[in-house]
Structures are given as C-alpha cells and as structure tokens.
C-alpha cells in the first residue's frame, strides 16, 4: 500500500479536524435544541398543522431561488454573458441541494461549475459571483434583523455584527476595485518564500475569483442587485411566517411572533449557518430558531416543531427537486462529487 504523503497526511488532519469539531457542534447544539421538549405535544402540533399555509410558503421559498437565479444573472452580466435564466435555475436547485447533502457548502462549487458547463461562464467568475451574492446576503439580512429587533424591542449584539458586516463589505469593495494588485501580491508573496509555481497557481485563481465580484464596483448594477437581494429574503421570509401560522406558534401570553418575528428568526438562522455542522446545517439551524422564538417565549415544544416543519421544506423537500433536475441532466453522484474535488 502506497505510503501517505506529507501533503495528503495534512489534508487528512484537517478534514478530520474538521469533522470533529462539526461532530461536536452538532451534537451539542442539537442538544440545547430539544432540552425540555415532550415529543407527544409535538407530534400533537404537527397533526394540527394547516397545510394550506405549508403549501404557500413552500411556493414562495422555491420562488426565492428563481429570484437567486436572476440576480445571478445581473451579477455574472458585469463580467460575462450569464446564460439562459432557465440553466442558472438548473445549476442553483443542484448546487442548493449540494449544500443539504455535501459538507463545507460544497454545493456553491457544483454550481459554479454546472453554469460553467451549461453557459461556458468562467468557473472561476462564477465562483467570485457567489461570493458577491453571499456579501449581498449577509447586507439584506443584518438590514432585516435591524428592523426586526426595533419593531420587537430585542436586544442583540448587533453593533458587533453590524462592524463585521461592515468590515466585510470593505473588504469585498477593495477586492474588487483592485483585484489584479491583490492577486499580482499574493503570487509575490508565495515567490519570496520559494513558492514561485504555486505563487503563479494562486495568482490566476485569486483574480479569477475577483472578476466575478465586479458588480461590486458598478453603482447602478449593484444597487439592482441589492434590490432583489431583498425580495430574495422576502419571499424565504413568507416561508417562516407561513409556518408559524401553519402551527399557529404563539408566546405563553399568547402573541404571536408575526411576520417580524419570522423575518427575525430568519435572519438567525442566517447566520448561524455559517458555523461548522454536518450536511444540512444540522444543530446550528435548530439553535437559532430556538434563541429566536425564546425571545417570544414560545415553549420548547412549539418550537421544536416549528424547526422541524422549516427543516423539511427547506432542507428535505426543495433539495428533492434539485436531484430530480440533476436526474434529468444526467449528473451521477459521482459526477457532482468530481466537480468538488477537481475544482
């Protein structure tokens, strides 16, 4: 058996690390999640749930990806021709499902690729505009949360969270405002040090991935992006307050949490999702739901099976119609598995 390499052996190591702590962070999450919960109520919540609501806010969150198609498309068009509307729709219900099945987010990489194989758009751009759309994201949902906590009078660390939003937001201008100074720097940076191949690998890359945040520095484009950005969260918005209507989730003095509280939920959840957790964002999901609806005081049990409803129509369902249309495309298991590790 051929031995490991030093560089194959760090790899390994990291993936392990990795999934040790994403093990971890699950499980406990998971935990503070269900504390105090009696299955039996809320199995007897979920019996009562009023599907007509289910089915309207499944209808408006597969609406919202159509919606991500399109800004993609403004987003790409700063740089390149961004295809047909229909094959951008194709390559975000594979790629979202991708991140339901695949860890680490890989499903952002599947469908950069899948736009690069059915429009010729430049993997590296598509990558970059990926990352534009998840700046624009983080943007809408910090303005949303604001909103949120000053119609509910919750406190928050939301001066913490508005200086990263704002650190990032920085961060992203610059990289695209200059992106052939950042990557010519990297490549130098990896030559002083002897790395002159992997520098010049770098460098290509490292612009690559800046050209696709070019809508960032075209004030009207990014202004239309930032648009439907919001309208984007709106509608994933309709999903949560759909589902609090659907099982009828009320506080102990009997409020409900209403559109605000679904938009403040949302925005949680949002965030939370970028920690590290298995496939699906198992736990970290379930956490912010449950820091969100306590600041209602809705019980533990109501809240468990409001977390469970959005987990199946967010992460079970809708993924289903992604491997459908990966179905229908021909791409094997393996195939999209290739895209990640060959990228």
Not at 55 to 63: K, S
């Amino acid at each position: 058996m051929a031995s490991l390499t030093p560089t194959s052996q760090s790899s390994s190591a990291r993936r392990f690390l990795y999934w040790a702590i994403a093990a971890a962070l699950t499980v406990v999450l998971l935990h503070w999640s269900f504390r105090d919960v009696h299955w039996q109520a809320v199995g007897q919540l979920l019996a009562r749930a009023r599907w007509g609501w289910l089915a309207f806010g499944l209808v408006a969150y597969i609406f919202s990806y159509i919606l991500r198609a399109w800004r993609w498309g403004l987003v790409l068009a700063a740089d390149c021709d961004p295809g047909p509307l229909h094959q951008r729709i194709a390559a975000i219900f594979v790629g979202y499902a991708g991140n339901s099945f695949l860890p680490l987010s890989a499903g952002e990489v599947v469908r950069a690729g899948l736009v690069n194989r059915f429009a010729n758009v430049p993997f590296k751009v598509a990558l970059g505009s990926i990352l534009a759309e998840r700046l624009l994201d983080v943007m809408v949902v910090f303005l949303l949360l604001l909103v949120a906590c000053a119609q509910h009078a919750v406190v928050l660390p939301l001066g913490m969270m508005g200086a990263v939003v704002a650190v990032a937001g920085l961060g992203f201008w610059i990289a695209a405002r200059f992106p052939e100074v950042i990557a010519h720097g990297l490549g130098q940076a990896f030559a002083i040090v002897g790395l002159v191949r992997l520098g010049k690998t770098v460098k290509s890359m490292v612009f690559g991935i800046l050209k696709g945040l070019s809508a960032l520095q075209q004030p009207r484009r990014f202004l239309a992006v930032l648009a439907v950005s919001l309208l984007i969260w709106l509608a994933n918005g309709l999903l949560y307050w759909s589902v609090l209507l659907a099982l009828d989730i009320r506080g102990i003095a009997g409020q409900a949490p209403g559109i605000w509280g679904a938009l403040l939920t949302q925005s949680l959840a949002a965030f939370a999702i970028v920690l590290p957790s298995s496939p699906g964002y198992i736990g970290p999901f379930e956490a912010a739901v449950r820091v969100a609806l306590d600041l209602f005081q809705v019980s533990g049990d109501g809240i468990v099976a409001y977390a469970l409803v959005l987990r199946l129509l967010m992460y079970v369902l809708t993924p289903l119609v992604g491997v459908a249309i990966a179905l229908k495309l021909g791409l094997s298991k393996a195939e999209v598995r290739g895209q990640v590790v060959h990228r």
